[in-house]
């Protein structure tokens, strides 16, 4: 329950309604295939700021889903991973508009930040490596432990926040399993795994997608930090960016694995968490969970006494097959198409 008399509404199962006169919009701070994103405040919660995502009618329910499904968990509620999650704080759903409502992040997006190194000609801080690294794979290695496959894993995709830590946002075109399975053509393709792509240039409009086809993109996101360049398909040579000049031997040989076109050859999170543990070790580096501890603070619009609506992972399966057979009988428009899964 909400202070006085006031009752948390929910539009979606488990994520509180905010009514739309109860933000202010600010200045555009982003865009992209699924959505616009604001810079805004929260106005009857002491102006708390916020980001408002404005997202196209084809993603709404696959990224509600995505987003209640980490909301809800209790299991792994403690786990250093979800802290690495941009947090949502609730939905506008009634017209005109379909919104979500994020932590702000004051610092803006990765690909941003990288790209002011790239102007001033400095590279990323060897500590901000090391620790936003790790940061991404922990939010990844929660992500995947919720079943959850990202399918965009990109820089403009984690935000910094005002302590410098990194979150990962964006859950438009997620899909919920821990399994191969067969689904259409989405995602940014500088960073987009080849079983993610190649089918669908080859008019084959079914693509094979696991897990392990995020480890592709992180790879593709850790060149980037550590090399401050923004990644684009004409670099590739044998479908893997170019390695700069004095890249350690262990960092090269892991962002070779992270590409190999066999996925099953890819390495899992905790692989790659340990390869930047050993190399931040011989640098010198004391990795830590945080650049600077985040403040203590209680994000508004989680009141501990709302009861939520828990949807089991069988439930929220049956959802997702619901909406593919939707868009397959025309009632929706989008990206998606019809699950299966595969061996």
């Known amino acids: 329950m909400m202070a006085g008399n006031e009752t948390t509404r929910y539009s979606y199962p488990g994520i509180p309604e905010i009514p739309q006169d109860d933000v202010e919009f600010g200045k555009e701070i982003g865009r992209g295939g699924t959505s616009y994103v604001f810079q805004g405040i929260w106005k009857t919660k002491d102006d708390f700021p916020v980001a408002i995502k404005h997202l196209h009618r084809n993603v709404q329910e696959i990224e509600f889903i995505a987003l209640k499904m980490i909301k809800d968990d209790k299991e792994n509620k403690h786990k250093i991973g979800k802290t690495f999650i941009a947090h949502i704080l609730g939905l506008i759903t009634k017209p005109p508009l379909t919104c979500i409502v994020l932590e702000y992040a004051e610092n803006g997006s990765l690909l941003e930040y990288l790209s002011q190194k790239r102007k001033q000609q400095q590279p990323l801080e060897h500590d901000k490596f090391f620790t936003w690294t790790r940061q991404g794979a922990l939010a990844m290695q929660y992500l995947h432990e919720c079943k959850i496959i990202h399918r965009d894993i990109k820089s403009a995709n984690f935000v910094i926040t005002d302590k410098y830590n990194l979150k990962l946002c964006d ?3 997620s899909r919920i399993t821990d399994q191969t399975i067969t689904t259409t053509f989405a995602g940014s393709i500088p960073w987009m795994a080849p079983e993610s792509h190649d089918e669908a240039f080859s008019l084959n409009t079914d693509i094979e997608v ?15 930090m550590w090399t401050c360049r923004k990644p684009e398909v004409s670099m590739k040579v044998n479908g893997m960016y170019p390695i700069v000049e004095g890249t350690p031997p262990k960092l090269k040989d892991m962002l070779h694995s992270c590409w190999e076109v066999d996925r099953k050859k890819r390495p899992s999170i905790p692989d790659i968490l340990q390869t930047m543990e050993d190399l931040s070790v011989t640098k010198g580096i004391e990795v830590k969970d945080f650049i600077e501890m985040p403040n203590d603070r209680k994000l508004p619009g989680n ?3 709302a009861e939520y609506e828990t949807l089991k992972y069988s439930d929220v399966a049956m959802q997702l097959r619901k909406f593919g057979d939707r868009l397959v009988d025309g009632e929706v428009e989008g990206i998606f198409g019809v699950w299966g899964i595969i061996d």
Do not use: K, L
Not at 210 to 224: A, K, L, Q, T
């Open 303 to 305: 009141d501990d006494d």
């Open 171 to 173: 859950f438009g075109i």
């Open 210 to 224: 696991s897990p392990r086809s995020d480890i592709y993109s992180y790879g593709v996101v850790i060149w980037e």
